[in-house]
């Protein structure tokens, strides 16, 4: 007997879950639905895009929104309290238009000029801080002759001229706008980010980063931006390491490959496996380059100056040195394997002692800019 009522105890408790088992999916959809509400919101406030962007302007206005927002609402209530034949008429509905329009693009100016100020203070790398006023319709160039005039030097600005005495400019149409392409020596050091200029209009100087302070970043920006930086140190800490150390080896043993290659039979191999490890580490590096566009710091910190000139240099070696093994005799003296392979040696040495600058002042700069970022 007691057996049939937990049978029976039974079946009815999995037929009322079977009954309102519809009911508990609704449940269950619409809690899912607020909590993906929620994390919607909570999620686009902290993301650095437009609707972030958005979303942390309306919960913290501009002063002087509240009133105008106040003063259509009045205006509209008022209109609605009116007699249907008045607040109908044309007038009525024209004047109560203009209130409403002039409420509304106050609003958006004073959205404008707090985003604007907003840039400015933090310091954004998009955001162009220009010297002066334009005189000239181009603001790098209003900028450096204000920067030139502080020093007492005479400009001579050439458009992609690199004959011009004094600097030229260049437009990569990237979408970052013009940038100074060549600096003469004569009017003095390179301008910095202290002067007026953004680090895009500055990529061509040795030291882009000089002075350059990016704005705070939340735990959110802060976690997008960190494993960026982290992937290009690998690069340069790792795989541009073994450049460095093997370079002079593979620079200075081309003579004992040549008199004794039993000794080092290896010797050529190396030095392919060498130059193709330099052209890995730029394709990693470019391709990084590429792929993170809206961090324009670290892109500028790692851009191509003297570390893709390095692989021309070792590729003239190779062919210097593949010439003498080869078809030169073994016997040869001295003087004459100095004569084919001097000036390719002297070029592999000048590669890399730039590509070791080079690589040096880009970590440096990374891990300032990862210090900075880091919450």
């Known amino acids: 007997m007691r057996r049939a009522i937990k049978v029976i105890i039974g079946l009815g408790s999995t037929a009322v879950i079977l009954w309102e088992l519809p009911a508990l999916g609704r449940l269950a959809l619409k809690v899912l639905a607020a909590l993906t509400t929620f994390d919607f919101f ?34 509209l209530i008022y209109w609605q309290t009116r007699p249907r034949s008045v607040r109908m008429s044309y007038p009525v509905i024209g004047m109560l238009l203009s209130v409403v329009t002039f409420a509304g693009f106050a609003i958006w100016y004073l959205i404008q000029n707090q985003t604007a100020i907003t840039k400015i203070e933090s310091g954004l790398p998009d955001t162009a801080v220009t010297a ?61 980010v202290l002067d007026g200029f953004t680090i895009s209009q500055l990529r061509n100087s040795p030291t882009p980063l000089k002075g350059y302070s990016q704005r705070p970043l939340n735990d959110y920006e802060a976690g997008k931006k960190l494993p960026v930086i982290d992937s290009f140190l690998d690069v340069l800490q790792n795989d541009m390491q073994r450049t460095i150390d093997d370079g002079p080896r593979f620079r200075t043993n081309w003579w004992n490959a040549i008199k004794d290659p039993a000794n080092n039979p290896k010797y050529w191999d190396e030095l392919l496996a060498y130059r193709d490890n330099i052209k890995t580490c730029i394709d990693r590096i470019e391709k990084l380059r590429a792929k993170f566009p809206q961090y324009q710091d670290i892109t500028i910190a790692v851009q191509p100056t003297y570390w893709n000139k390095l692989t021309p240099l070792v590729e003239r070696f190779l062919v210097a040195y593949q010439y003498a093994s080869t078809s030169m005799k073994s016997d040869a003296s001295r003087e004459a394997l100095l004569f084919v392979m001097n000036e390719p040696e002297l070029g592999f040495e000048k590669g890399l002692q730039d590509f070791i600058a080079w690589r040096n002042r880009a970590q440096g700069d990374l891990l300032e800019i990862r210090r900075q970022a880091s919450p």
Do not use: C
């Open 132 to 192: 002066v006023q334009s005189t000239t319709g181009n603001p790098l160039l209003d900028s450096i002759n204000v920067y030139l005039a502080k020093s007492g030097k005479k400009t001579n600005p050439g458009i992609g001229d690199p004959s011009a005495s004094n600097f030229t400019m260049g437009d990569a149409s990237d979408g970052n706008g013009p940038y100074i392409t060549h600096w003469g020596s004569d009017l003095g050091p390179w301008p910095t």
């Open 42 to 75: 909570y999620e686009r406030n902290r993301d650095p895009t437009w609707v972030g962007g958005a979303l942390q302007m309306a919960l913290n206005p501009p002063p002087g929104t509240a009133l105008l927002v106040a003063i259509a609402g009045l205006a």
